[in-house]
Each structure stands twice: as C-alpha cells, then as structure tokens.
C-alpha cells in the first residue's frame, strides 16, 4: 500500500529561524512528489518535484527531492508569523490522478 | 481565471440522510478529484473523474459515489450518512493529469457535519 510519512509532525520555532521538514514515501510506479501549505481550509500548491536533485526555489521556500533515497525536504528561511501553517506533503504515482497525503507538519511561528 | 469553487460550504445533515456536494474546477480543467479530510485521518483519495468517466477510486465505501458533468462540474454523493463521515471534502482540479503535469488545486472544501 502506498504511503507518505512527514517529520517532525509538529515544530514550533521563532521567527527568523531557518526549518526544515520531512517527507518519505513509498508510491508504487512513483511519478512526483507534491508540496502543499494548509491555513485555514484549501490546501494551496507549493511545489512538484519529478527529478530527483534539482531544487525548485519560490522566495523562501525551496524544496528538493531524492529518489534514490525516496524522500523530499521542504526549507523555510527567514521564517515569519505568517508561514504558521500545515505542510502537506503528497505523493502521485504513474498512470493515475491521485494523491497520497502524509500526516502533516503543523508549523508554529512565533514572533 | 478564477479558483475552484465548492458549494455548499457547511452542510448538518443528520445520520441515514443522504447529501450531494458540488465542484466547479478552474476553467479548461477537465479532471476533478474528490478527498475527505478528517483529524484522524488526513486526506484521503475517493475518487477522481476526466470527461464524465471515473478514472480512479479510492478504498472508500459505495455509500460515496461522484459523477461529472460535461462541463467538467462534478458532484459527488454519500448516501446513508454516518457519525464517521463527518469531515471536510476538498475537490481538486487539474488540467489533465496523465498526459501532463499533476498539480491539483483545491478548492475551499465543504466542511460536513452529521449528527
């Protein structure tokens, strides 16, 4: 069965601070993995990496994605009150239009 | 071009009824995915449809079924409600998600209560 597992779950840290989260996955006929950030109630698109090495960059955001080693990191620099949030992480695989979701990192900024 | 738009946004239904829950994806989408998010279980897969043709389906019961419409709206039933499927059903749309890239985008999500 498919599967995606973030770490840490949940990480609270204080404004200026660089993070990093987590994401591992086991997606059968893999195709890419997806980033979201969830506020209040739409999940709102990241990232989607396909290529393994080559890091996608949006302002402080970057993220990377290892297929070898089959799991993706998510960097937040410079962090501010409002990247407070839950990042979801998501894995697709070939041949179908379907996301599998790991748990959550629930990210607390504080100033 | 405007978002995915849900509707109705909060629903109370009470257990044994039966609800429908609509999606309009981006315009010039054609593929429309159904989730249901809850504390428990995060966001899991039900079903997703390309023109009007259920193209997968996730470990979800057959009280939840979907359709699409020729314009790429979709809706999506439960039948014989129950306390457990109270949850947020996000639909996400995307413009063709075997040919192309897949990145979906969600819409606000109807948050469903039964009682």
């Known amino acids: 069965e498919d599967k995606v597992v973030q770490s840490p779950l949940s990480l609270v840290v204080h404004e200026g601070d660089t993070v990093t989260l987590n994401c591992s996955y086991e997606?059968?006929?893999?195709?890419?993995l997806l980033w979201y950030k969830q506020e209040k109630k739409a999940p709102t698109f990241l990232f989607m990496l396909?290529?393994?090495?080559i890091e996608k960059k949006s302002g402080r955001l970057s993220s990377i994605l290892d297929k070898k080693e089959l799991f993706s990191i998510l960097n937040i620099t410079a962090t501010q009150t409002g990247d407070s949030a839950v990042y979801l992480c998501?894995?697709?695989?070939?041949?179908?239009?379907?996301?599998?979701f790991g748990q959550g990192t629930r990210l607390t900024i504080n100033p | 071009k405007a978002g995915v738009t849900q509707t109705p946004r909060y629903l109370i239904k009470t257990r044994g009824q039966q609800v429908t829950l609509s999606c309009s994806p981006i315009?010039?989408?054609?593929?429309v995915s159904w989730y249901q998010q809850t504390p428990g279980q995060g966001l899991q897969f039900l079903f997703e449809?390309?023109?009007?043709?259920?193209?997968n389906k996730g470990n979800f019961p057959g009280r939840f079924s979907g359709r699409q419409f020729s314009n790429s709206r979709s809706e999506m039933n439960v039948s014989t409600l129950e306390l457990g499927d109270s949850a947020l059903y996000l639909c996400?749309?995307?413009?063709?998600?075997?040919?192309?890239?897949?990145?979906?985008?969600f819409g606000p999500g109807t948050r469903l209560t039964v009682l």
């Open positions: 449809y390309f023109s009007e043709t259920q193209r």
């Open positions: 996400a749309s995307s413009p063709d998600g075997l040919a192309g890239n897949n990145e979906q985008f």
């Open positions: 997606v059968t006929n893999f195709r890419s």
């Open positions: 998501a894995g697709s695989p070939q041949g179908a239009q379907k996301l599998v």
């Open positions: 315009s010039g989408h054609r593929s």
């Open positions: 396909t290529s393994s090495g």
